[in-house]
C-alpha cells in the first residue's frame, strides 16, 4: 500500500476509543439509571457514550432469571463465624467434592 493510500485511509477512519472497563456496581447503577430515565435506549446509551448492546447485555446479565441459574454469587466476604457448623460427628470427611471432568476431582476438607 503507497503513503498516499494510508493518508487517506488514516483521515478516513476514526480514532478508536479506549475501552471503558466498568465495575458490575457500574453496570447495575447505568441499568438502574436507563429504567428510571424514560429514554429510549439509543437516547440514553449515546447520552452515556455506551454501546446499546453493552446496556442489553448488562439488563441480561443483572436479571432475576440469570441469577437464578443456579449460581449464588459469592462476591460478598462472610465470616466463618456466621455459617452453621455441624456437630463433629456428623460432618463428613469431606465438605464439598466437585468432579471437573477428564477424572479431575476437587476435594474440600472440613476445618
Known sequence: ???????????????????????R????ALVEQFHASGLTRAAFCKQHGIATSCLS?????LSPEASA????????SV???ALPRPAAKECPRWQVELELGAGVVLRVRTG
Open 1 to 23: 500500500m503507497t503513503s498516499s493510500m494510508q493518508d487517506s485511509l488514516s483521515h478516513a477512519l476514526p480514532a478508536a476509543k479506549p475501552r471503558t472497563q466498568r465495575s
Open 25 to 28: 456496581a457500574q453496570k447495575k
Open 69 to 76: 441459574n443456579g449460581f449464588i454469587d459469592i462476591t460478598q
Open 79 to 81: 465470616s466463618a463465624a
Open 57 to 61: 447485555r448488562w439488563q441480561k446479565a
